[in-house]
């Protein structure tokens, strides 16, 4: 079975320039979610969908993130401009309904 | 407000011996654990977990124990060994398949 599938692995930005993520879960998880993960951290919730309507967004700095889940199945993060605190392993998850999180490689992003 | 917590950043273990990783939690909602283990460059790989009616639960070398009156968890890894070197990450929900809290994370290095 393959697992969640992230890209692009490494991304390196000048501040207020903008970067998308991609996040292709399991095959049949109804659930998305995307964690940051900042150095010496542990991962926190950005955001969670339960196939493509967002359960959890109360962590989610809107004023320059947005997440979509277009059609239930791939999800993108983007962040527009981007600060140097953004700097950090941006994780994307899935999970089937009440089951354990699995956990795609990560994609770091360097903010210059 | 960090409502899950892993006081110790670091845990140094001779092969063979017991490893003990503790977590302590704030939110009496919590009602399910988890423990996930992450070497570098890879996501979080879940590794355990527990709901709140039980207080043990086993697998193979890996035990995680819950005490509810006191807010604490931990994991025992015996015997331990080199490959379980690893960053382990505590995690609680407050339920099963909802997003999870986790704390800042352990950093295990099991020495030959």
């Known amino acids: 079975e393959a697992g969640v599938a992230q890209s692009p692995r490494y991304k390196i930005i000048e501040k207020r320039q903008s970067v998308a993520f991609w996040c292709n879960p399991i095959?049949?998880?109804?659930?998305l979610y995307w964690y940051q993960q900042i150095l010496g951290q542990g991962p926190k919730l950005l955001i969670q969908?339960?196939?493509?309507?967002?359960?959890?967004d109360s962590q989610l700095p809107k004023d320059r993130f947005s997440a979509e889940r277009l059609k239930g199945v791939d999800s993108t993060l983007k962040i527009q401009p981007a600060k140097l605190e953004d700097s950090a392993v941006y994780l994307c998850?899935?999970?089937?309904?009440?089951?354990?999180?699995?956990f795609g490689e990560g994609s770091r992003l360097t903010v210059l | 407000d960090q409502q899950v917590k892993q006081n110790s950043p670091s845990l140094s273990v001779q092969e063979g011996r017991i490893s003990i990783l503790n977590c302590d939690y704030t939110?009496?909602?919590?009602?399910?654990f988890l423990w996930y283990k992450k070497y570098p460059a890879e996501g979080p790989t879940f590794l355990i977990s527990?709901?709140?009616?039980?207080d043990k639960n086993e697998d193979g070398r890996f035990t995680v124990f819950l005490n509810k009156s006191a807010k604490h968890l931990s994991l025992h890894i015996v015997p331990s060994q080199p490959g379980d070197s690893a960053v382990y990450f505590c995690?609680?929900?407050?339920?099963?398949?909802?997003?999870?809290?986790f704390g800042k994370g352990t950093s295990l290095l099991v020495t030959p």
């Open positions: 939110n009496s909602m919590f009602d399910y």
């Open positions: 995690a609680a929900s407050t339920h099963s398949g909802y997003a999870l809290n």
């Open positions: 998850a899935s999970s089937p309904l009440g089951g354990e999180l699995f």
């Open positions: 095959s049949g998880h109804a659930t």
């Open positions: 969908f339960q196939n493509n309507g967002v359960v959890d």
């Open positions: 527990i709901s709140s009616i039980k």
